[in-house]
């Protein structure tokens, strides 16, 4: 088991830190929606004991049926043939926009932080309707219909979500893939996305620095001829980016010829809402399939609990789109409760370290969300950058994406939010859609470094990794797993329900397999203790390891690569990469420096392995296997606890592994 070193220093005696009682008695008299532990376990409990009741009265609260459903849910984790409101019929673009826009056109959807410093507007639900709208019709104009797949890549800005939004008005399903991804890895997804449309921009902007956004595009579409047409919306307006006319079609243009009005297409709740890719086990990413109801029930629920929405709150997340906390928490959860979502643009050191506090300020955001790497990362610049701002708006701040270590937490929680607000450590994946364990601010009593407790619904469970039993009782360790479906939980893989099967539901029958080690401590709070599998987490980004050995044996100088993750203060893990190389070819700086290239080349610069070592031989097992195990204790500074080594082949080559594992390290 690989053990995130972020948790280390994290034991059951840390602190415990009650919900600040700006939330429990609020001065303003708004009550959290949940504001006491007694409460938090009686409706807990209805979501177990009573999950149609419990369901039903959230679903119809929280969500505007075309059709009601009159079945909560159908199927089993045993046979993942789930479905959730299966009868009901929806529309989610309806939901977001539509009832927030004919009840209050003025109402603010986004505020749209740009790049540049000072840069920013807004976004009210009327005028966002119309751009859905406007731009549903450009869509149809392309024929595509109900089910036709539109990829989506584009930088941080509000038409990032029209396009979204888009989609989901007229059934089809949106997979967007992550700006910073490559040529080669926008193809991939688009290839296996089988989309027909490509949504993209002429150039990003990030930090000040242009981002080569269409040109991109343009390469990955070198390899798929499927691809009929690409809208290109105009960010910076370089006219130096190459356009093709014979399938590029300008989003100023073709909106401007369309009816700012398109009736919502009504679909069932299990109609798939979006594919997102993800890394796995394997070099190949999965396409994660979402549907429609459960999802934006799991999206609105957990923001309106979690983050403790009220209205008139300004909501900001900083993932990007790219990536699930993006869907769920910058587009869909925000706006299925009316909301104001933040959407930025810029990186949190552009111009300087208080870019973050500064928006903040700004822009009056009551909740924050952001990743413990990006904690780690300001806090290093020092306090003054975030005491020099008025935070007081600010109710609720989150960390989501790794284990956040406990002084990190700790330097949240006081320098950020001023021993004021609640601090919630979201734990959650692209395959649940959803927070699944997580604190509510005006109930829990924190510890840092625990996500805490499980979400309405969610039924929790410790495995033994090897027998797969359940651990009962507190004060165990064990694999996270889940024992009964959930409404935003993912449905399938695309295309691959085989690999869906068994990638998260045949390792330990009859539960959801999340990947990940935890333990529940002597008071039931979870400890989540990282990856179990071949996925490392750099900057709270999934990587797969085969996935950048996969990169790295395209490289002609590669005889063959090991890839692990290595503990690193500032991103949680960083991508640690052995290379053998070919006979005759010399071990040089130079060819170090041509291999990283080539992972940038082939996955992106979120793949660029921060350490690579050249060696003359991996370890490896007699009949040949590399034994990652030992590599990974090497690079976490444990080589003196390398357990049996009695299946390496040739054990006189760790000395040398070690020594050069010091030098680079
Ligand atoms: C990790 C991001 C500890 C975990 C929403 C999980 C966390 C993976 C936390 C999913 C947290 C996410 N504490 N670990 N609060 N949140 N993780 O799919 O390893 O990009 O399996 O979803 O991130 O990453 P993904």
Redesign the pocket.
């Known amino acids: 088991m690989t053990t ?1 070193t972020a948790q280390e220093g994290a034991s059951e005696a840390a602190a415990i830190y009650p919900p600040p009682q700006r939330l429990v008695n609020p001065e303003n008299g708004v009550k959290p929606w949940c504001s006491s532990m007694e409460e938090y376990e009686t409706l807990y409990k209805e979501s177990i004991n009573e999950p149609t009741k419990f369901w039903t009265r959230v679903a119809n609260e929280l969500i505007t049926w075309d059709k009601p459903f009159t079945r909560v849910s159908q199927g089993s984790l045993k046979d993942g043939d789930m479905a959730w409101f299966p009868d009901g019929q929806l529309n989610i673009s309806y939901n977001c926009v539509d009832r927030w826009a004919l009840q209050d056109p003025e109402r603010v959807a986004f505020v749209y932080e740009a790049d540049a410093p000072g840069e920013a507007s807004k976004v009210t639900y009327g005028e966002l309707l119309k751009q859905v709208c406007s731009l549903a019709n450009v869509l149809t104009s392309f024929g595509l219909r109900k089910g036709d797949t539109v990829a989506i890549y584009m930088p941080m800005i509000p038409e990032a979500a029209v396009a979204m939004l888009a989609c989901a008005r007229l059934g089809l399903v949106h997979t967007v893939v992550f700006a910073g991804f490559s040529s080669s890895s926008l193809a991939e997804r688009v290839a296996d996305a089988r989309a027909r449309v490509v949504i993209t921009a002429d150039e990003g902007l990030r930090g000040g620095r242009p981002i080569r956004t269409k040109a991109i595009v343009d390469e990955a579409l070198l390899t798929c001829p499927e691809v009929e047409k690409v809208l290109v919306f105009r960010r910076t307006g370089n006219e130096a980016v190459a356009f093709n006319p014979d399938r590029d079609v300008w989003w100023h243009e073709a909106i401007a010829s369309q009816r700012p009005y398109c009736p919502p297409v009504s679909v069932s709740s299990e109609d798939p809402l979006f594919l997102l890719y ?1 890394s796995g086990s394997t070099g190949k990413p999965k396409g994660v399939v979402h549907t429609t109801g459960g999802y934006l029930l799991g999206a609105a629920m957990t923001l309106k609990y979690v983050f403790d929405i009220h209205d008139g709150d300004v909501f900001c997340c900083t993932a990007d789109i790219g ?3 993006g869907h769920t928490y910058v587009v869909y959860g925000p706006l299925a409760l009316g909301s104001t979502s933040v959407i930025f643009e810029s990186v949190p050191t552009f111009p300087d370290a208080s870019r973050y506090w500064k928006l903040v300020e700004d822009h009056k955001i009551t909740q924050f969300y952001t990743a413990p790497t990006a904690i780690r990362a300001l806090r290093r610049h020092g306090d003054s950058y975030v005491t020099k701002h008025d935070l007081s708006s600010l109710r609720v701040i989150g ?6 270590n406990p002084d990190a937490w700790t330097w949240y929680n006081n320098i950020v939010g001023g021993g004021k607000c609640a601090v919630v ?7 649940t859609g959803s927070h699944v364990i997580t604190p509510l601010p005006g109930a829990t009593p924190a510890k840092p470094g625990s ?1 805490t407790f499980p979400f309405f619904g969610v039924e929790l469970a410790i495995l033994d990794p090897q027998t797969g039993e359940e651990l009962e009782g507190n004060d165990v360790s064990g694999v996270l797993a889940i024992k009964r479906p959930w409404p935003s939980m993912a449905r399938t893989i695309a295309g691959d329900h085989k690999r869906f099967l068994e990638t998260y539901l045949r390792p330990y029958p009859g539960y959801y397999f ?3 080690g935890a333990s529940r401590d002597a008071d039931g709070y979870y400890w ?1 203790r ?2 179990v599998d071949d ?1 490392i ?1 750099v900057s ?3 990587m797969s390891t085969a996935e950048v050995e996969s990169a790295l044996i395209c490289h002609p100088a590669v005889a063959e690569s090991a890839v692990v993750g290595a503990p690193d203060e500032l991103t949680g893990q960083a991508i640690c990469a052995f290379v053998t190389l070919k006979d005759g070819i010399e071990a040089t700086d130079d060819v170090k420096v041509e291999l990283v290239k080539e992972v940038r080349h082939r996955i992106g610069p979120i793949a660029t392995p921060k350490t690579l070592i050249l060696v003359d031989e991996l370890p490896k097992t007699r009949s040949g296997k590399i034994i990652r195990r030992i590599l990974r204790k090497v690079v976490a500074g444990e080589a003196d606890t390398l357990g049996d080594l009695s299946t390496l082949s040739d054990p006189s080559i760790l000395d040398v592994l070690i020594s050069k594992v010091a030098a680079a390290l």
Request: hydrophobic share 30%; glycine share 14%; net charge negative.
């Open positions: 995130s993800t990536w699930i906390t960390s989501v994406g790794e284990p956040i450590d979201t734990y959650w994946q692209t395959e996500a999340a990947g990940d989540i990282g990856r996925v987490n709270g980004h999934r």
